[in-house]
């Protein structure tokens, strides 16, 4: 099973900070199978980015993803106040299909 | 629009089974797949299984609920279902059903969810 370990686990920033959230597998995803959710209190998740780096429909450009391997990154460039959310990274290369713990994102 | 949307969410007591139903409209079911995933209060989120809406014989669930869980679709109403056996108080959580777009391995990402069913375990 592969195991991603999100870091940090709680990032304290201000609207127009820039992000970054970190996310490592314990085995290559050599597909780079790696898709980031959002979380908001009392919501479902919802898809940011998939494919490592491709930002899903409706997602504003401030969200980027990158990385490849074992190392991936979630940037956002300038926090607005509806960022402020649980954001989890997702392997969906090999079964199990396994998710981070996640990143809090605080003001 | 793609809407997902759950029902069967209740409370059950420990050694019971639950059922939980995912109607989906809005694309072509037999297009893609559902998975199931589930989150325990306060915690992460699991992914436990993943069946086709192609067709029932493409399917997997995770190890760890193997024997306990069973995945079904009807393609006349396409809906998907969870069932989960011998529940005990670990299994309290928010189920949610997602929308995969591979319908022949079950590699993929999620791009629609249900809103959710809070299952939750007691006596």
């Known amino acids: 099973e592969i195991v991603l370990r999100q870091s940090p686990g709680t990032l304290s920033l201000s609207p127009g900070e820039r992000a970054t959230l970190s996310c490592r597998a314990s085995?290559?995803?050599?597909?780079?199978?790696l898709a980031w959710y959002q979380q908001k209190p009392g919501q479902a998740p919802r898809l940011l980015i998939f494919?490592?780096?491709s930002r899903a429909t409706g997602i504003p450009d401030r969200f980027s993803g990158s990385g490849s391997g074992t190392d991936f990154t979630l940037t956002i460039s300038s926090l607005e106040s509806e960022d402020f959310a649980v954001y989890y990274c997702?392997?969906?290369?090999?079964?199990?299909?396994?998710f981070g713990q996640g990143t809090k994102l605080e003001i | 629009q793609v809407h997902l949307v759950q029902s069967g969410a209740g409370v059950r007591k420990p050694g019971a089974s639950v059922q939980l139903s995912c109607k989906t409209s809005?694309?072509?079911?037999?297009?893609?797949?559902v998975s199931w995933v589930r989150q325990a209060p306060g915690q992460g989120l699991e992914w436990m299984g993943w069946?086709?809406?192609?067709?029932?014989?493409?399917?997997k669930t995770a190890q760890k609920f193997q024997g306990r869980v069973r995945l079904t679709t009807d393609t006349s109403t396409n809906t998907a279902y969870l069932d989960l056996r011998s529940l005990t108080s670990d299994d309290t959580a928010v189920y949610y059903c997602?929308?995969?777009?591979?319908?022949?391995?079950?590699?993929?990402?999620?791009?629609?969810w249900g809103q959710g069913a809070l299952v939750s375990v007691s006596s």
């Open positions: 997602v929308r995969c777009n591979d319908i022949l391995s079950g590699n993929c990402f999620f791009d629609y």
């Open positions: 809005g694309y072509a079911f037999t297009s893609f797949a």
């Open positions: 069946i086709s809406g192609y067709s029932s014989a493409y399917a």
């Open positions: 085995q290559s995803l050599t597909t780079s199978s």
């Open positions: 494919g490592a780096l």
């Open positions: 997702q392997q969906y290369g090999d079964s199990p299909y396994t």
